[in-house]
């Protein structure tokens, strides 16, 4: 006699479990689902942030680069004029 409902009752645990864990899951889910979009937030901001300061390392190798080429042409106009006046003490 006790054999069916306790049958009845190993299957209604069975199925109530099955729902609470597939609950679970679905709960753990959302919040796995919020946790990766805001790990793609933050990584979005970072790569904007790198990318910002990429852009000013580019300015300043573009500045830095100004910079050498007017310095060897100073040096170059020097070196021009005192050869030139080397070469004008020969006459």
Do not use: C
């Not at 009845?8 to 753990?28: C, G, H, M, P, R």
């Amino acid at each position: 006699m006790l054999f069916w409902p306790t049958v009845a009752v190993i299957v209604v645990s069975s199925l109530y479990f099955d729902f609470q864990k597939t609950k679970l899951k679905q709960k753990n889910s959302i919040r796995n689902f919020e946790d990766l979009k805001g790990e793609i937030h933050r990584l979005t901001l970072e790569n904007q942030s790198i990318k910002e300061r990429l852009q000013n390392v580019e300015k300043v190798m573009i500045e830095e680069h100004k910079k050498i080429q007017l310095d060897y042409e100073k040096e170059q106009v020097k070196i021009d004029r005192q050869y030139k006046f080397e070469d004008d003490t020969t006459f």
